[in-house]
């Protein structure tokens, strides 16, 4: 079985207005997870079996909360097929790939 899952992450914390600093904390801990993603200007999406991806989010949300954040919320869209599907299957035919997908 194959998935798709796009994820924003909206965290909030009680002494910075700058949640972009968090975000981009998330998003190392998508890329440190050596899983096929797509980082979006609002999403992220990812590759993976369901367990790695919502594994990924725990990780994620428990560190934002780790790190102080009050408040995180996370929007998640999950696509499950039976047959292959790609980041770059979806996206080959507007953009240029390199060998990393």
Do not use: W
Not at 40 to 57: A, H, K, R, S, Y
């Amino acid at each position: 079985m194959n998935y798709l899952m796009s994820i924003q992450i909206l965290p909030t914390h009680p002494q910075s207005r700058d949640g972009f600093k968090y975000i981009s904390e998330a998003i190392e801990i998508i890329e440190e997870s050596g899983l096929t993603h797509f980082v979006g200007p609002l999403e992220t999406t990812v590759e993976g079996n369901m367990d790695q991806l919502f594994n990924l989010v725990k990780k994620m949300n428990n560190f934002l909360a780790d790190q102080g954040c009050d408040r995180v919320v996370s929007n998640i869209k999950l696509v499950q097929s039976q047959q292959e599907q790609s980041i770059k299957g979806l996206l080959e035919d507007y953009f240029e790939f390199d060998d990393e997908y």
